[in-house]
């Protein structure tokens, strides 16, 4: 957890966002598909270089699953084996039985290049965590910090009485707001000028819904926006701050759209793993940001080298 993220010398730093990878058990069917989905992360990997990898969640399936952890260790194996600086956070189904969050943040710690912290334990979750990336150290860009990555974990279920997929608590929303006005002061920004953030976590929020019915994503929507029932705000307050400028997420496999609404870039991942659901070609989003700018690139990476924009 010493590695440092900086901008390189021409001032951009890139992301590739894996999700959806869905290790699941043991049997030879799945360690075919497994096989396939190590493959593909090791190319996009060694085709992209990036300077960050994040994976978010449902790294694995853990129900019905005889080893979990197993899994989980398959799993990760080619990102930790890259040597790169990586990140994550969990998804709906990385421990929804016979192993925990907390075990799993474990298995990923063990390695040096490893980013991802457990996050406050008085707010809801594992995995609640920000990420500074320096400057480049160019006479116009200062070694200070230049922008700011938020994790967020969303969860699992809702509450039978609602039922649905879970969603981000507002003691996590408030942790955010504490966490970006204490790096918008260490940086000296004015009020109308935070660090620019990226925010990932796996659940849409419902917005991302809202972003398509209302016209303004480009991209593939082929399922429902399985978000969850409760909208806990955490879309308004990155509004109101002001800093975020594009959230990732997963969980629908057959979306993988951006939209923009009131500012911010709401944006699926692809889906990454062969073990699961999904009519899209399995690839990778991208994600490459320009120093001192208040923006940046995305595109998709597919299967067959081509890529989507």
Same mark, same amino acid.
């Given at each position: 957890? !010493?590695?440092?993220?900086?901008? *390189?010398?021409?001032?951009?730093?890139?992301?590739?966002?894996?999700?959806d990878?869905?290790f699941?058990?043991?049997?030879?069917?799945?360690?075919?598909?497994? =096989?396939?989905?190590?493959?593909?992360?090791?190319r996009?990997?060694?085709?992209e270089?990036?300077?960050?990898?994040?994976l978010?969640?449902?790294?694995?399936?853990?129900?019905?699953?005889?080893?979990p952890?197993?899994?989980?260790?398959?799993?990760?194996?080619?990102?930790?084996? !890259?040597?790169?600086?990586?990140?994550?956070?969990?998804? *709906?189904?990385?421990?929804?039985?016979?192993?925990?969050?907390?075990?799993?943040?474990?298995?990923?710690?063990?390695?040096?290049?490893?980013?991802?912290?457990?996050?406050?334990?008085?707010?809801? +979750?594992?995995?609640?965590?920000?990420?500074?990336?320096?400057?480049?150290?160019?006479?116009? *860009?200062?070694?200070?910090?230049?922008?700011?990555?938020y994790?967020?974990? !969303?969860?699992?279920?809702?509450?039978?009485?609602?039922?649905?997929?879970a969603?981000?608590?507002?003691?996590?929303v408030?942790?955010?707001?504490?966490?970006?006005?204490?790096?918008?002061?260490?940086?000296?920004?004015?009020?109308?000028?935070?660090?620019?953030?990226?925010?990932?976590?796996?659940?849409p929020?419902?917005?991302?819904?809202?972003?398509?019915?209302?016209g303004?994503a480009?991209?593939?929507?082929?399922?429902?926006?399985?978000?969850?029932?409760? *909208?806990?705000?955490?879309?308004?307050?990155?509004?109101?701050? =002001?800093?975020?400028?594009?959230?990732?997420? +997963?969980h629908?496999?057959?979306n993988?759209?951006?939209g923009?609404?009131?500012?911010?870039?709401?944006?699926?991942?692809?889906?990454?793993?062969?073990?699961?659901?999904g009519?899209?070609?399995? =690839?990778?989003?991208i994600?490459?940001?320009?120093?001192?700018?208040?923006d940046?690139?995305?595109?998709?990476?597919?299967?067959?080298?081509?890529?989507?924009?």
């Amino acid at each position: 957890m !010493s590695v440092d993220l900086k901008f *390189n010398e021409d001032g951009t730093f890139k992301i590739v966002q894996f999700t959806d990878m869905h290790f699941g058990d043991d049997k030879e069917e799945d360690r075919v598909k497994d =096989g396939k989905t190590i493959a593909l992360v090791e190319r996009i990997i060694a085709a992209e270089k990036p300077d960050l990898i994040v994976l978010t969640g449902d790294m694995i399936w853990s129900h019905g699953v005889p080893d979990p952890k197993a899994s989980f260790r398959r799993a990760i194996a080619p990102v930790a084996a !890259s040597g790169l600086p990586w990140a994550a956070v969990f998804g *709906n189904h990385d421990a929804e039985a016979g192993v925990t969050r907390e075990e799993l943040l474990d298995i990923q710690q063990r390695y040096e290049t490893c980013l991802s912290v457990a996050g406050p334990a008085d707010i809801h +979750g594992t995995g609640n965590y920000v990420l500074t990336v320096r400057g480049s150290g160019s006479a116009e *860009n200062p070694e200070g910090d230049a922008a700011a990555l938020y994790f967020f974990d !969303s969860g699992i279920t809702a509450p039978e009485p609602i039922g649905g997929y879970a969603w981000i608590h507002p003691d996590q929303v408030n942790w955010y707001t504490r966490q970006a006005r204490k790096l918008a002061e260490r940086a000296g920004a004015g009020a109308g000028s935070p660090l620019p953030a990226l925010a990932f976590f796996h659940i849409p929020v419902p917005e991302y819904d809202e972003v398509w019915n209302a016209g303004l994503a480009t991209g593939t929507k082929e399922e429902k926006v399985e978000c969850p029932k409760i *909208n806990t705000g955490l879309f308004g307050a990155m509004v109101h701050m =002001g800093d975020v400028m594009g959230t990732f997420v +997963g969980h629908d496999h057959d979306n993988d759209y951006c939209g923009t609404l009131h500012g911010i870039r709401l944006c699926y991942g692809r889906v990454t793993g062969y073990n699961c659901y999904g009519k899209l070609q399995r =690839g990778a989003r991208i994600i490459r940001l320009t120093e001192g700018k208040r923006d940046f690139e995305t595109w998709i990476v597919e299967e067959d080298g081509g890529s989507v924009r």
